[in-house]
């Protein structure tokens, strides 16, 4: 299947990576070789096959809505890159204006 | 608006709603409003690597509980899916949602509007994850991550309501439900209840719908209701000038009174879902849904027949009674003790909704509990006070909170029944007025009034109306 630069670039816009023009046009390449090899599976008779989301068939796993200590602020913020108070910092950003 | 005779507006609405439920979806925090920023957060609701979600049972069942309400289908097989997008304020870049298996579809719920009743559908309940809140600075955005994880369920109409008024009919009957179940708060100005509307418009009688905007950020009821009228509007003054409505999200500017376009959708959102492969399946066999189904209370529909079979009062009065479950469960209390439930709901709705009003505060806030209440009315319909006294006596009950008969016998309110008494007063009284006296005798009827208020002036209100009257014509006609 072709991966076209357009696809690349809708790919890195919805993981929020910039890329290059060169770097769109290598992974166009690259990532159309990395599609046609799972597509091998395509070849593969699944009209028998029911779809598969979980390898094991628990179900209903659940817990009683019971309250347990949460952490204290110096652990939240333990690994946070920026702290204000008790507040997280990021960059500015505006809702809708990121996509 | 006379463009609303040419357009028919097609409208469903998106509503979200916090479940009441001690600690959050996926982890053990507490679920609680308010509470100071990012103190009830742990690894799983911060979305540290490595962590994994353990569903809440209690969610699942309050869940189930409005999917009944509402006349659904539930699901007997469910599951989550993954959201995807990224977004600070969702520290794992997705939010566990549920895609093609929602737990709760095909529901509906009856709603009144002008006296006509009409059923608006429900597509579908699922269940999902709340995001944490952002606090946008000049320079920067803060990001509090109590609210992340906290349960939430979606429900989505069908594109079944016509008016903003319907809109408004439709929010308050699903908060009414929500209330009666007690699984959520319904406060919109603290978020725990919000929607989002989705409006088209066409030409009356045409089948294809228009294209469709999104309306977000409204904050209360009446703003949903104001928001949707702006934007049919909007929309029918662009058709009319042959102009294209642009798919597009608009921000509800309530102190404005005007919407925004957020962004303008060039294609839609992709937020490739996939099975969450972090949470099992739910299988929810008939046993569960029974189960479910006998912790129903009695529903705010069936509340509303029965008080009108039950108690023979009028719809608007029973619509106001049983609005909420606690004053609906207040009447009947008194009325235990009372048993006239015409009288109480008359006082319920005069006086007690409208303390109630003022004070902006429920029922289960209101000082009076129903005994105390019950003595005060049994006071007026044993005679022992006049409904007059009676109003008195439930004023200072208010501000004392002293009981009806402490403050009757106190300040000596008991009404005076004794005929020769009020004819001595009347008889003083008539001849203090003799000018009225004249002109009542000759055709003026409409002065008895003034005689009546002379009568109960001279004993601060405690005169038996109906002796009074009988004694007055008695002695004018
Ligand atoms: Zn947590």
């Not at chain 1, 779809?51 to 652990?75: C, G, W």
């Not at chain 1, 939240?76 to 910092?89: G, I, M, S, T």
């Not at chain 2, 053990?28 to 690894?43: D, F, K, S």
């Not at chain 2, 294209?211 to 009319?240: C, D, H, P, W």
Request: aromatic share 8%; net charge negative; proline share 5%.
């Amino acid at each position: 299947m072709p991966i076209d630069v357009k696809t690349v670039k809708k790919i890195a816009d919805l993981a929020k990576l910039s890329l290059t023009s060169a770097e769109l046009e290598q992974y166009s390449t690259q990532l159309e070789k990395i599609v046609d090899y799972v597509e091998q599976l395509q070849k593969l008779d699944t009209s028998q096959v029911q779809p598969l989301a979980q390898v094991h068939d628990t179900t209903n796993v659940m817990r009683p809505d019971e309250v347990k200590p949460s952490l204290n602020p110096d652990e939240v913020f333990q690994n946070a890159p920026a702290r204000q108070a008790n507040y997280f910092v990021v960059p500015k950003v505006i809702k809708g204006t990121t996509a | 608006m006379d463009l609303l005779e040419k357009y028919e507006p097609i409208i469903g609405l998106e509503v979200h709603a916090q479940l009441l439920t001690e600690s959050k979806i996926f982890c053990n925090c507490r679920n609680l409003y308010g509470a100071p920023p990012n103190t009830l957060t742990c690894p799983i609701c911060l979305g540290m690597p490595g962590t994994l979600p353990v569903l809440n049972r209690k969610a699942v069942e309050f869940a189930l509980k409005m999917g009944l309400a509402t006349n659904c289908q539930i699901a007997s097989y469910t599951r989550f899916a993954r959201k995807n997008y990224f977004y600070p304020d969702l520290p794992k870049g997705y939010q566990i949602s549920q895609y093609d298996e929602p737990l709760c579809q095909h529901g509906r719920i009856k709603i009144r509007v002008n006296d006509t009743e009409k059923y608006i559908g429900i597509t579908r309940i699922h269940l999902e994850e709340d995001a944490g809140k952002s606090i946008h600075g000049s320079e920067d955005t803060l990001i509090d991550f109590n609210r992340c994880g906290v349960p939430l369920i979606e429900i989505v109409s069908e594109p079944d309501i016509h008016s903003p008024t319907e809109a408004y009919a439709y929010l308050t009957k699903l908060k009414q439900i929500l209330e009666y179940l007690e699984i959520c708060d319904c406060n919109m100005e603290e978020g725990s209840l919000r929607c989002d509307a989705n409006i088209s418009l066409r030409l009356k009688g045409q089948q294809k719908f228009g294209v469709k905007t999104e309306m977000k950020n409204m904050n209360s009821f009446r703003g949903v209701e104001r928001a949707l009228y702006f934007e049919i509007e909007r929309q029918a003054r662009l058709l009319e000038q042959g102009q294209p409505i642009l798919k597009q999200t608009l921000l509800w500017d309530e102190d404005k009174g005007e919407a925004r376009p957020m962004r303008t959708k060039e294609e839609s959102d992709d937020y490739r879902y996939f099975p969450e492969p972090d949470l099992v399946p739910l299988v929810i066999d008939s046993e569960w849904i029974d189960q479910i189904r006998a912790t129903l209370p009695e529903l705010p529909d069936a509340k509303y027949e029965r008080f009108i079979k039950q108690y023979a009062l009028r719809a608007y009065e029973v619509n106001l009674l049983t609005s909420e479950r606690a004053l609906a469960d207040y009447f009947e209390e008194v009325n235990k003790l009372v048993s006239n439930p015409i009288f109480i709901s008359k006082w319920i709705v005069s006086e007690i909704l409208r303390v109630l009003s003022q004070e902006k505060i429920s029922i289960s806030n209101f000082k009076i509990k129903p005994a105390q209440f019950a003595e005060l009315l049994n006071l007026i319909t044993n005679e022992t006070i006049t409904p007059n006294v009676g109003k008195e006596v439930f004023d200072k009950m208010l501000t004392s909170g002293e009981s009806a008969t402490s403050i009757v016998n106190r300040e000596q309110l008991v009404q005076v029944r004794d005929d020769a008494k009020i004819e001595e007063l009347i008889l003083t009284i008539l001849s203090e007025n003799p000018e009225e006296v004249n002109r009542y005798k000759s055709g003026k009827k409409n002065l008895f009034g003034f005689f009546m208020g002379q009568v109960m002036k001279k004993t601060q209100g405690k005169a038996n109306p109906e002796a009074t009257m009988r004694l007055l014509k008695k002695h004018l006609d």
